[in-house]
């Protein structure tokens, strides 16, 4: 079958290839791999361009910028049904020759919708209009340059948890469980909140209900848990730990939440006052570096848990690589909540009916569809299940 090219992205061994027939080959070295994605577009260069490329790019047939191209697509995929504030506005920065100008002056792992949309909620700007968000972001350009200099993207949503909880629950006896790139550690202290799937019972610390209260609704065969985990030990790895006793770092954690849900922020709160009851240590380092390291601490008497959620993303193709090959040779289960294709060596390739999704695997093997947001958590049947034991190297 014949297409035009539309464009080719290429750096560090990374290609996009995207034809104005909608078709995208994306891959890593040697692989590439198709995948469909409605539109002639970039594809999804909103999440393909994090801080692992440094881009070079060459574009056909498009005399635009691409980062117009890259705040489009986050428009109609990512924020599409997650929020319509932010859709709205990447659409309108998308045809704001001056905005872009100004954001392709900021680093290019820092270019990205979701940080500049902390950077804006940061400073305080208003999202209800285009033009008084744009005024105030402005003004306040001096801010968001020094946080493109000093911040990452931390995101800690306590209700990410929703999707890793049915595999933690399934695991019998006491778990020591060790989070890569944790930002404040909230996801560590669990076993301290409440859940509740569809319509429920609410399922509730044994000390009573939690102020945390995270619930979702479920398709497919969801096991919902009936109990929550014994968590006898626990730990973080993060490169830049946030202090929870810091003002700047609390409004920052506060800022990465999307503005649509007010309950995330509630929960957020709630999540951070109990992490000052029940602090829990975080190494600071390289996961890559510090892995070892921790999980030699772990109690032998407990089942061993490495997870991580919405990380890898982040990480330089090598690093993630060399993460997953050494958390494979652990004695662990091992829980991943990635965004589609970014975990080495997982692959999943059943038919997906979300545009937008994390795939939820464990020990590799893909188990579960999950809303970024934790909004709903859909269970794969066993023809949707794919995983791929030699390594291919994978970029959506």
């Given at each position: ?74 428009s109609q995929v990512d924020a599409l049904d997650l929020s319509p504030a932010y859709s709205d506005i990447s659409v309108a920065i998308s045809e704001d020759a ?57 995101t800690n949503d306590p209700a990410r948890l929703l999707a890793i909880l049915p595999i933690l629950a399934s695991i019998d006896g006491p778990i020591a469980l ?80 999307w503005p649509d849900h007010p309950g995330r922020q509630g929960n957020l709160d709630a999540a951070i006052a109990i992490m000052r009851q029940h602090p829990v ?116």
């Amino acid at each position: 079958m014949e297409f035009d090219r539309v464009g080719l992205h290429i750096e560090e061994g990374f290609a996009l290839l995207c034809f104005e027939s909608g078709e995208v080959l994306s891959g890593h070295g040697s692989s590439v791999l198709p995948w469909r994605f409605p539109g002639p577009t970039l594809g999804r260069l909103a999440r393909a361009l994090p801080a692992q490329f440094d881009v070079t790019v060459t574009i056909e047939k498009i005399n635009e910028s691409l980062t117009a191209e890259a705040y489009r697509v986050f428009s109609q995929v990512d924020a599409l049904d997650l929020s319509p504030a932010y859709s709205d506005i990447s659409v309108a920065i998308s045809e704001d020759a001056e905005l872009l100008a100004r954001i392709d002056e900021l680093p290019r792992s820092k270019r990205q919708a979701g940080f500049l949309y902390a950077a804006a909620r940061y400073v305080g700007a208003p999202l209800q209009s285009y033009a008084e968000f744009r005024e105030h972001l402005l003004q306040h350009w001096d801010v968001v340059e020094r946080l493109a200099t000093e911040r990452t993207m931390q995101t800690n949503d306590p209700a990410r948890l929703l999707a890793i909880l049915p595999i933690l629950a399934s695991i019998d006896g006491p778990i020591a469980l060790v989070e890569v790139g944790t930002s404040a550690g909230l996801h560590l202290n669990l076993d301290r909140y409440s859940y509740r799937y569809d319509d429920g019972p609410w399922l509730d610390p044994d000390d009573g209900p939690s102020t945390v209260r995270l619930e979702c609704s479920t398709r497919g065969s969801v096991p919902v848990p009936t109990r929550i985990p014994e968590i006898a030990w626990r730990a973080g790895i993060e490169l830049s730990p946030l202090d929870l006793s810091s003002d700047a770092d609390v409004a920052w954690l506060r800022a990465l939440l999307w503005p649509d849900h007010p309950g995330r922020q509630g929960n957020l709160d709630a999540a951070i006052a109990i992490m000052r009851q029940h602090p829990v240590p975080i190494v600071k380092g390289d996961l890559n570096d510090r892995i070892l390291e921790v999980v030699a601490g772990a109690p032998s008497d407990a089942t061993l848990v490495v997870v991580h959620t919405a990380m890898l993303s982040y990480v330089r193709q090598p690093e993630a690589e060399r993460f997953v090959e050494t958390v494979r040779g652990l004695d662990a289960v091992w829980i991943a909540n990635e965004l589609a294709d970014v975990v080495p060596g997982v692959e999943h390739t059943g038919p997906t009916r979300e545009s937008f999704s994390f795939v939820v695997a464990r020990d590799g093997v893909p188990v579960a569809i999950s809303h970024p947001h934790a909004a709903w958590l859909r269970w794969l049947d066993a023809d949707e299940t794919s995983s791929t034991a030699d390594g291919v190297d994978v970029a959506a």
